[in-house]
């Protein structure tokens, strides 16, 4: 199996900016997609924003849309997610995974490799 490293989590104002970083090694099968998945305190794990492998074909939750951007960049191996507008209420560990399964992008028993997490907090 291979490796996911996220960074670029922080503390940040209402309002504010933050890109997620997402690196991926070791990978010796095919990725489908890579998801963002993020995880607040008392709450279940929920999918934030996909990215699909083939093509760039890419997914975002509805709390997200207009705001949050994925995106990739091959030659580094990398997902990122560009996160504009930021509320207290994105405030998670956010995550990133990847499949080479076929399934509803946001569903995260698909998944089979996770990063460690990236804790982002939204408050002035």
Not at 50 to 59: E, H, L, N, P
Not at 74 to 103: H, W
Not at 112 to 118: A, E, I, L, R, Y
Request: proline share 2%.
């Amino acid at each position: 199996q291979g490796q996911l490293v996220e960074s670029g989590g922080g503390l940040v104002q209402p309002g504010g900016s933050l890109r997620l970083s997402c690196a991926v090694s070791g990978f010796t099968s095919s990725i489908f997609k890579t998801t963002w998945f993020r995880q607040a305190p008392g709450k279940e794990r929920e999918g934030v924003a996909c990215i699909r492998s083939a093509d760039g074909t890419t997914y975002y939750a509805d709390s997200v849309k207009g705001r949050f951007t994925v995106s990739r960049d091959v030659a580094k191996n990398s997902v990122y997610l560009q996160m504009n507008s930021l509320k207290p209420e994105d405030t998670a560990v956010f995550y990133c995974a990847t499949t080479n399964r076929i399934g509803y992008w946001s569903d995260s028993t698909k998944y089979d490799v996770w990063g460690q997490g990236t804790q982002v907090a939204v408050s002035s």
